[in-house]
T-cell receptor
Framework: DTGVSQDPRHKITKRGQNVTFRCDPI?????LYWYRQTLGQGPEFLTY????????KSRLLSDRFSAERPKGSFSTLEIQRTEQGDSAMYLC?????????????FGEGSWLTVV | DQQVKQNSPSLSVQEGRISILNCDYT??????FLWYKKYPAEGPTFLIS?????DKNEDGRFTVFLNKSAKHLSLHIVPSQPGDSAVYFC?????????????FGKGTHLIIQP
């Protein structure tokens, strides 16, 4: 399978604990994105990387959130001191930017439930 | 301020007929538009896209129409099939403006009835 893969697919954690999600993008893609989706809403942009550089962060990304892409390949999204409001699906996506457009391909998502 | 709007939360269509999903946007900087399909507990799957230099793009049963003056796009699915039942998201980006992340609408739940 050469699509975007995310791990774990589901995570239940107690409030106050830290969680980390991993994303492996499509191999030739140079851009990697993190989105969050809650029920009844469309995906909301969190941050994106071009290679290893984090180029943009949404105001949704509080200080408790940190994302890395150390070697320009896989990425991790860590949430520290989780809160119940962090419960959502965290989506990773990747793309290969072309002049003709930027089609972003999503992974299956990682469900986070904070209890 | 929602920049991409899908005003119909749900749409019910009979199998074999045409499904038309609509999307409006407010940001005139948007120049690339995409439609995604999403099943429950899965990530969105890319369906079709259109650049602002075109007004129509077709791929099999799926056609996207763009009306820039009205800031409106639509997705036509014909004929509709049971497997098309899903939530459809419209998304937009402003490539030339350097904002590469997608802005999504809230989605339309399409239900294909037998």
């Amino acid at each position: 399978d050469t699509g975007v893969s995310q791990d774990p697919r589901h995570k239940i954690t107690k409030r106050g604990q830290n969680v980390t999600f991993r994303c492996d993008p499509i191999s030739e893609h140079n851009r990697l994105y993190w989105y969050r989706q809650t029920l009844g809403q469309g995906p909301e942009f969190l941050t994106y990387f071009q290679n290893e550089a984090q180029l943009e962060k949404s105001r949704l990304l509080s200080d408790r959130f940190s994302a890395e892409r150390p070697k320009g390949s896989f990425s991790t999204l860590e949430i520290q001191r989780t809160e119940q409001g962090d419960s959502a699906m965290y989506l990773c996506a990747s793309s290969l930017l072309r002049n003709s457009g930027n089609t972003i391909y999503f992974g299956e998502g990682s469900w986070l439930t904070v209890v | 301020d929602q920049q991409v709007k899908q005003n119909s939360p749900s749409l019910s269509v009979q199998e074999g007929r045409i499904s038309i999903l609509n999307c409006d946007y407010t940001n005139s900087m948007f120049d690339y538009f995409l439609w995604y399909k999403k099943y429950p507990a899965e990530g969105p799957t890319f369906l079709i896209s259109i650049s602002s230099i075109k007004d129509k793009n077709e791929d099999g049963r799926f056609t996207v129409f763009l009306n820039k003056s009205a800031k409106h796009l639509s997705l036509h699915i014909v004929p509709s099939q049971p497997g098309d039942s899903a939530v459809y998201f419209c998304a937009a980006s402003a490539i030339r403006g350097g904002a590469d992340g997608l802005t999504f609408g809230k989605g339309t739940h399409l239900i294909i009835q037998p």
